[in-house]
């Protein structure tokens, strides 16, 4: 179903994907040695299951980020607080400061899961049953970590916190400071119980708030770095019909079932994404598209058919790409399904829309975090694939932040088959690449943070 669009936008220089060489010298070279010589990966292990264990859905991040601030403030001589947004949910930040004259880093990861944990919210929608990736208990198996949030976000939040310690026992003599950072309202949800909370909410709190970084780094799955993240729209369609009754005959004049006209609606929706997603693919990202919930009637009166049915769907959004323009492409888009269903009575509205954000290849924290990825895996970084995952590292680019993007391979190698099938509650991480992610981290903090502002571009 194609919708005439202006052309697609060019894909970034083939030169911004050099990382440009800039050696350690011998003394850095030591501290980095010592700093990854303290990465534990047991004491990683321990602190994953004890994030695990608390439930963190987002708009009710306290009890996690309470915890997280003791944890920092004991291994960190003190320097964390609880930043309290409301009575529900906060943010933990920790921090190492340097001697001055230096840049300010956030090492930033966000702490609530998509997902409650309790089978009354979750169930159905998320299987038939809540598999041991999809509660918060946390358990041990080797190398493998499993429970909700395991490997995003908890994962992510563990390895910040170990290398942040890491670097406090090594007494690496930091120039610049480091702050390390952990937020609710991460993921892209409105949870409408909780103050609507979702969709960045924490991390907008965390950095006007105090927490104000010349560089950002943000930790989410897949082992390469990123300059960009896509933004996202959300869409509801509402299709009009009539209000039925079971025992009438299908035939009856003037019944107009929306249950009916919103699936040949929902075909049409599936045959028009990828062409979205191909007409605004640039850069780094492919922005993809999903019919995520359709809703209708009353489950407690089967024999009466609703009036109308209901479609949402996320569209994401290249950092090039406005929502505006967005929704004028998915205007276009329900024009001509208006044009080939004539007799389908709908209408649309947008009711979410956060843009996306990119830094420049060349500044400093992506070329330092590409070389920290380069120094852990052995060979130059190229230009990574294409991702459509939204994460707060949008929001961060947008306040003028520059941020590197880096992860972890996802899923983990020797995960039980059961546990890469879908989504699911991203819940199982692995240990040793999550050391892999820290030592690459620790090399850009290393090689930003002891460096003097002006040798940064700042």
């Given at each position: 179903?194609?919708?005439?669009?202006?052309?697609?936008?060019q894909?970034?220089?083939?030169d911004?994907?050099?990382t440009?060489?800039?050696r350690?010298?011998?003394?850095?070279?030591?501290?980095?040695?010592?700093?990854?010589?303290?990465?534990?990966?047991?004491r990683?292990?321990?602190?994953l299951?004890?994030?695990v264990?608390?439930?963190?859905?987002?708009?009710?991040?306290?009890?996690?980020?309470?915890?997280?601030?003791e944890?920092?403030r004991?291994?960190?001589?003190?320097?964390a607080?609880?930043?309290?947004?409301n009575?529900?949910?906060g943010?933990?930040?920790?921090?190492?400061r340097?001697?001055?004259?230096?840049?300010?880093?956030?090492?930033y990861?966000?702490i609530?899961?998509?997902?409650?944990?309790?089978?009354e919210?979750d169930?159905p929608?998320?299987?038939?049953?809540?598999?041991?990736?999809m509660?918060?208990?946390?358990?041990a198996?080797?190398?493998l970590?499993?429970?909700?949030?395991?490997?995003?976000?908890?994962?992510?939040v563990?390895?910040?916190a170990e290398?942040?310690?890491?670097?406090?026992?090594?007494?690496?003599p930091?120039?610049?400071?480091?702050v390390?950072?952990?937020?609710?309202?991460?993921?892209?949800?409105?949870v409408?119980e909780?103050?609507?909370?979702?969709?960045?909410d924490g991390?907008?709190?965390?950095?006007?708030?105090?927490?104000?970084?010349?560089?950002?780094i943000i930790?989410k799955?897949?082992?390469?770095?990123y300059?960009?993240?896509?933004?996202?729209?959300w869409?509801?369609?509402?299709?009009?019909?009539?209000l039925?009754?079971?025992?009438?005959?299908?035939?009856?004049?003037?019944?107009?079932?929306?249950?009916?006209?919103?699936?040949?609606?929902?075909?049409?929706?599936e045959?028009?994404i990828?062409?979205?997603?191909?007409?605004?693919?640039s850069?780094e990202?492919?922005?993809?598209?999903r019919?995520?919930?359709?809703?209708?009637?009353w489950p407690?009166r089967?024999?009466?058919?609703?009036a109308?049915?209901?479609?949402?769907?996320?569209?994401?959004?290249?950092?090039?790409?406005?929502?505006a323009e967005?929704k004028?492409?998915?205007?276009?888009?329900?024009?001509?399904?208006?044009?080939l269903?004539?007799?389908?009575e709908?209408?649309?509205?947008?009711?979410g829309?956060?843009?996306?954000?990119a830094t420049?290849?060349?500044?400093?924290?992506?070329?330092?975090?590409?070389?920290g990825?380069?120094r852990v895996q052995?060979r130059?970084?190229?230009?990574?694939?294409?991702?459509?995952g939204?994460?707060?590292?949008?929001?961060i680019?947008?306040?003028?932040i520059?941020?590197a993007?880096?992860?972890?391979?996802w899923?983990?190698?020797?995960?039980p088959?059961e546990?890469?099938?879908?989504?699911?509650?991203?819940?199982?991480?692995s240990?040793?690449d999550?050391?892999?992610?820290?030592?690459?981290?620790?090399?850009?903090?290393?090689?930003?943070?002891t460096?003097?502002?002006?040798e940064l571009g700042?």
């Open positions: 179903m194609d919708v005439e669009q202006k052309p697609k936008l894909s970034a220089d083939q911004d994907q050099l440009k060489p800039v350690l010298s011998a003394e850095q070279e030591r501290w980095y040695s010592e700093a990854c010589a303290r990465l534990d990966p047991n990683l292990r321990q602190l299951i004890d994030l264990n608390i439930p963190s859905p987002t708009g009710a991040e306290r009890p996690a980020n309470e915890f997280v601030t944890y920092l004991h291994r960190l001589d003190g320097h607080r609880y930043q309290p947004v009575e529900d949910t943010n933990a930040i920790g921090e190492i340097g001697q001055g004259e230096g840049a300010t880093l956030l090492l990861s966000p609530d899961t998509h997902l409650e944990g309790n089978a919210k169930l929608w998320a299987g038939p049953v809540l598999r041991a990736d509660i918060t208990r946390g358990r198996e080797g190398d970590v499993f429970g909700l949030g395991a490997a995003n976000p908890k994962g992510m563990a390895t910040l290398i942040a310690v890491a670097l406090h026992e090594a007494r690496v930091l120039v610049g400071d480091l390390v950072g952990f937020a609710g309202g991460g993921m892209p949800v409105n409408g909780r103050r609507h909370y979702g969709m960045s991390i907008y709190h965390l950095l006007t708030r105090g927490v104000a970084p010349d560089f950002a930790m799955p897949v082992w390469r770095v300059a960009e993240e896509p933004g996202m729209c869409f509801k369609i509402s299709v009009r019909g009539t039925g009754y079971a025992g009438i005959p299908r035939n009856t004049p003037g019944y107009r079932d929306s249950i009916v006209a919103a699936a040949e609606i929902i075909k049409l929706l045959a028009w990828p062409e979205y997603t191909a007409r605004n693919t850069g990202i492919a922005p993809e598209g019919i995520a919930a359709v809703r209708a009637g407690e089967p024999a009466f058919p609703s109308t049915t209901e479609i949402y769907l996320d569209l994401r959004c290249n950092p090039r790409t406005s929502p967005v004028a492409q998915f205007a276009a888009a329900m024009r001509l399904i208006q044009t269903k004539p007799d389908i709908f209408d649309w509205e947008m009711y829309a956060c843009p996306g954000g420049d290849p060349n500044n400093w924290i992506i070329q330092s975090v590409r070389r990825w380069e052995g130059p970084h190229g230009t990574p694939p294409k991702l459509g939204q994460t707060d590292g949008a929001l680019r947008r306040l003028g520059p941020c993007r880096i992860g972890f391979p899923p983990p190698r020797g995960c088959q546990f890469t099938q879908g989504l699911g509650g991203m819940g199982v991480a240990i040793p999550l050391i892999k992610s820290a030592r690459a981290i620790i090399y850009a903090v290393i090689d930003t943070l460096r003097p502002r002006h700042l």
